[in-house]
């Protein structure tokens, strides 16, 4: 299995706060994504890099944005969080390469709540 | 326009019996679908994938079936457990080279009763 770290796995802050969200994988994955999950809802793609240098927007508007300069860390980063930014934020990867079938390795998430 | 739909919101089957999850999808371009499987302040972790030239996968105790003309999977867990209680995704991935853009169903919640 893949390794790959979300830190931090809880966060609470305030309005206006700038956060960064971590995520390191050790598996020299190429690509990596940010999604977005509410409870009961299904998965929102947010943010996804093809490696270094790379970063794209994914389906669902996000507010947040991420860096890829390294291709083992990619970290999300809000500029003022706001109350509709409470939200699971769930990191993943994948291998690189031509195939489309690929399986995407999750990290444990990072439960973000903004008061 | 939600493309992958779990209709049922939840499932409650009994110890030993077997538990079947549905998820429908309107895109004709997915080629490659999975299951994942959530535990509650986890990420989710891989269960099963199948391609779209096939129309049946089996891993121990999970089998996803795939129904192409009805744009139909389901996933079977079969003894069910009481760890096999959580959430499961359905997600679909298109014909596309390029990133794995996974487009995930919302979740079916299955509790597995003693």
């Known amino acids: 299995e893949a390794d790959i770290y979300q830190t931090p796995r809880y966060l609470v802050i305030g309005t206006g706060k700038k956060i960064t969200l971590e995520c390191s994988q050790t598996?020299?994955?190429?690509?990596m994504y940010w999604y977005q999950q509410d409870p009961g809802m299904e998965l929102h793609l947010i943010h996804y890099?093809?490696?270094?240098?790379?970063?794209e927007k994914g389906d669902l508007s996000s507010e947040s944005t991420v860096s890829r300069i390294r291709t083992e860390h990619f970290p999300l980063t809000l500029e003022s969080a706001r109350p509709s930014h409470t939200s699971q934020y769930l990191c993943?990867?994948?291998?690189?390469?031509?195939?489309?079938?690929?399986?995407?390795?999750f990290g444990s998430g990072t439960q973000l709540s903004v008061l | 326009d939600q493309q992958v739909k779990q209709n049922s919101p939840s499932l409650s089957v009994q110890e030993g019996r077997i538990s079947i999850l549905n998820c429908d999808y309107t895109?004709?371009?997915?080629?490659?679908f999975l299951w994942y499987k959530k535990y509650p302040a986890e990420g989710p972790t891989f269960l099963i994938s199948?391609?779209?030239?096939?129309d049946k996968n089996e891993d121990g105790r999970f089998t996803v079936f795939l129904n192409k003309s009805a744009k139909h999977l389901s996933l079977h867990i079969v003894p069910s457990q009481p760890g096999d209680s959580a959430v499961y995704f359905c997600?679909?991935?298109?014909?596309?080279?390029?990133?794995?853009?996974?487009?995930f169903g919302q979740g079916t919640r299955l509790t597995i009763n003693p």
């Open positions: 598996m020299g994955h190429d690509k």
């Open positions: 199948i391609s779209s030239i096939k």
């Open positions: 890099s093809y490696g270094v240098n790379s970063t």
């Open positions: 993943a990867s994948s291998e690189g390469g031509r195939t489309t079938n690929e399986k995407l390795f």
């Open positions: 997600a679909a991935s298109p014909i596309i080279q390029g990133a794995q853009k996974l487009v």
């Open positions: 895109n004709s371009m997915f080629d490659y």
